[in-house]
């Protein structure tokens, strides 16, 4: 049977599933639909005519026990559907918290999203995505399977990005390209200008100088050693399992 917190507020024609667990000070829009083992966690608003936890859109899933887990203070608009995870993966899709996610977006399953994030209308991220904190995606955003998009991230409205974006990188409106640092991103957030500073000397490393990513690796780790920015940077970048936007 469903768990349901005494203070939630569902609105009219409202589908909750059996497996289905929601924390304190949500509500749930008209005509909502939260299907499968999926957990909504505190005060998140779930608009009208959202579809969460629905069997992932994959051939190979074959009813397995799979999950959707959602943390707390998040807006989830109206139509945005978000998908369980499969056993392909870690059969867990987790969307984290503080997160603003606009109208129609689709999430599909097993991605993993962090906090205080922006998913503008329409964004659509295929199977197995992740997305760091403090990303925002522009409107109509279409983000290939796989893909790591690094915390503080911008993607301009309809950027089709099929490869890694680091992390404090602005990628352009149609075939992601870099186009600078999240500079007005990273103000708002109080980075200070000695910060920016230095991320802006490792971007001309990484995209303006003319070298490999593997010379580019190599003269952004004495850098990595006196800024945890350029530290998490560089890890990135050595963890990335497939290309990044060049």
Not at 63 to 79: D, K, M, W
Not at 123 to 129: E, F, K, M, N, R
Not at 158 to 175: D, H, L, Q
Request: glycine residues 8%; contains cysteine.
């Amino acid at each position: 049977m469903a768990r349901i917190a005494a203070d939630v507020v569902v609105g009219p024609y409202a589908v909750i599933g059996a497996e289905v667990e929601v924390e304190s000070q949500c509500r749930i829009g008209a005509h909502a639909v939260l299907e499968g083992i999926t957990h909504i966690g505190e005060n998140t608003r779930i608009f009208p005519f959202a579809s969460l936890g629905q069997e992932p859109q994959d051939k190979k899933y074959a009813g397995e026990a799979t999950r959707l887990e959602i943390g707390s203070n998040n807006t989830i608009r109206e139509y945005v559907t978000i998908n369980r995870g499969t056993a392909q993966d870690q059969g867990i899709t987790r969307i984290g918290d503080d997160n603003w996610i606009m109208a129609y977006v689709h999430i599909a399953h097993d991605c993993r999203i962090g906090s205080h994030t922006v998913l503008a209308n329409n964004v659509t991220l295929a199977g197995h995505v992740q997305v760091d904190d403090y990303v925002t995606l522009g409107g109509a955003t279409l983000i290939h399977q796989h893909c790591h998009i690094g915390a503080h991230a911008f993607a301009a409205y309809g950027a089709r990005i099929n490869k890694c974006v680091p992390p404090f990188v602005t990628v352009c409106e149609g075939r992601a390209h870099p186009r600078g640092l999240n500079r007005e991103g990273l103000k708002r957030r109080g980075f200070s200008p000695e910060r920016i500073r230095r991320l802006n000397q490792a971007y001309r490393l990484l995209y303006r100088s003319g070298l490999t990513l593997e010379q580019a690796l190599a003269q952004l780790r004495p850098l990595a050693e006196s800024c945890e920015d350029v530290a998490a940077m560089l890890t990135f970048l050595q963890s990335c399992s497939r290309s990044i936007v060049r």
